[in-house]
């Protein structure tokens, strides 16, 4: 882990527990390898993807009718579908 992400870490729980809610952070070996896969699982269980670049959103719809919401502002995006604007050759 670098110094980067070790900072980010730090400040995501400092964060967290000013809000009096307990985190934990996992950065290698078999807790990262279990957290993974349990992601993976997760995704999996994804029906729709709803994409709102504009405000940094991402909504998962799963399949037992769950509802995910991610802010980022680097995943909507990655996930929106480049604008064409059809022919432009004449």
Request: no cysteine.
């Amino acid at each position: 882990m670098d110094d980067k992400q070790a900072s980010a870490i730090e400040r995501v729980t400092e964060l967290e527990a000013e809000l009096e809610a307990s985190s934990n952070a996992t950065t290698g070996g078999d807790a990262l390898a279990r957290a993974r896969e349990i992601l993976h699982r997760w995704v999996d269980s994804v029906t729709a993807v709803v994409a709102t670049p504009g405000v940094g959103r991402v909504v998962l719809m799963h399949e037992n009718g769950a509802e995910s919401r991610i802010a980022s502002p680097e995943l909507p995006m990655l996930l929106a579908v480049p604008v064409s604007w059809g022919d432009q050759s004449g």
